[in-house]
């Protein structure tokens, strides 16, 4: 009789997690076939599944200089805070991982609280300094901006993928005559790859999805395509239901895209918990 509870127990968790995976996958793919729909598809009483498909909305977004211009801002600036993010938080994740010292633990706890900070305790200051500098609405002041997030992000979750990096390769090659340099980026940077790409690609995605700062920083000039997107909900009764569900499909596909990388990023940290 002992086999029983235990299958029920595997099949309520089993139930629980088909129930979350249903809860976060139907908005998706919901949103997805709103943005094929015509608008008297969607604001119907009873939700068409069964429906004749349209590119109408799509091409509107594609078409639309607005969309366009907050898809430049947006990977310019997440693009460019990613690289700064990866240029200055690889190295010093790798001094912090392979050089310690006592105040490296507190370099860590510093790294982490960054990202306890609220946006807009940030946003604010950051708002002023702009503003008095003549950087406010552009690029290179989101740029800075959202350096500051990827280069803590990136550092932080990089500082265990160099602590599993076995010190006896990096050993072997200081024999072979290479110096430090060459050991962090011929040994420890193609050995920790695969963690760091997920790290990196973590970066990216938070930075995409961010609103609030961009909302605050931003005005005309540098809107990126969240803040775009936002204004398509702002006409009341008149929402282009159908355009705004394919302007939320064009800001879901990089993280999408990036949702591969990341699964194999999470995977090799669970199993590096459970080894």
């Not at 006592?102 to 702009?130: C, E, K, T, Y």
């Not at 500098?133 to 552009?138: A, E």
């Not at 901006?145 to 990136?154: A, G, H, K, Q, R």
């Not at 940077?189 to 970066?203: D, E, Q, T, Y």
């Amino acid at each position: 009789m002992k086999p029983y509870p235990i299958r029920v127990g595997r099949l309520v968790a089993k139930a629980i997690l088909a129930l979350a995976g249903f809860l976060a996958v139907f908005p998706l793919v919901w949103t997805a076939l709103n943005a094929l729909k015509n608008n008297v598809d969607i604001i119907t009483r009873v939700p068409k599944v069964i429906f004749t498909p349209t590119l109408a909305n799509i091409t509107y977004i594609l078409g639309r200089d607005s969309v366009l211009t907050g898809l430049y801002n947006s990977v310019v600036a997440c693009g460019a805070a990613v690289v700064i993010g990866i240029a200055l938080g690889l190295p010093a994740a790798y001094a912090v991982a392979r050089y310690p010292n006592r105040f490296a633990g507190d370099i860590q706890f510093f790294v982490l609280s960054l990202r306890f900070l609220p946006p807009v305790a940030v946003a604010i200051p950051l708002m002023v300094i702009w503003l008095q500098v003549g950087l406010y609405d552009t690029l290179p002041a989101l740029i800075v901006t959202y350096s500051l997030p990827t280069i803590s992000v990136i550092m932080w979750l990089a500082i265990p993928a160099f602590q599993g990096v076995p010190k006896e390769i990096e050993e072997a090659a200081f024999v072979d005559g290479y110096g430090a340099y060459s050991v962090f980026w011929r040994i420890a940077l193609p050995v920790a790859a695969r963690s760091l790409i997920g790290a990196v690609a973590f970066s990216f995605v938070l930075v995409w999805n961010e609103f609030l700062i961009a909302l605050m920083l931003s005005s005309s000039n540098a809107k990126t395509l969240p803040i775009v997107a936002s204004e398509l909900s702002q006409q009341g009764m008149n929402v282009p239901w159908g355009i705004l569900n394919a302007s939320v499909v064009l800001l879901s596909l990089p993280p999408l895209l990036f949702l591969g990388v990341l699964s194999g990023f999470l995977n090799s940290v669970f199993r590096q918990k459970k080894n």
